[in-house]
């Protein structure tokens, strides 16, 4: 489990690296659940991820109702707006 802190070697490592602005960082979002977090804010499409990241559609979806539990978000648009709010920059 990883609290919200990428590794450094991370491509999206720059996008929430400064931990002042990430609010929910003690969620402990596992690293695959940060990866598509980091699609997610591009506004990839769960194909797109799917295909991205390898992952099948069904875990891909499983992932995401974790990361809704997790961060307390109703849907997906919601998951999506908080994770856009809470991203610095």
């Known amino acids: 489990m990883y609290c919200l802190q990428f590794p450094h070697t991370s491509p999206l490592y720059k996008n929430f690296s400064n931990e002042d602005d990430m609010e929910f960082k003690q ?18 499409s769960l194909k797109h991820i799917s295909e991205t990241t390898g992952l099948n559609r069904r875990i891909l979806v499983a992932h995401l109702k ?24």
């Open 27 to 44: 969620e402990e979002l596992i690293e695959r659940e940060i990866q598509i977090a980091g699609y997610l804010v591009q506004d990839f």
């Open 66 to 89: 974790n990361m809704m539990k997790k961060l307390q978000a109703g849907d997906k648009s919601a998951l999506i707006k908080l994770l856009k709010a809470k991203k610095p920059g």
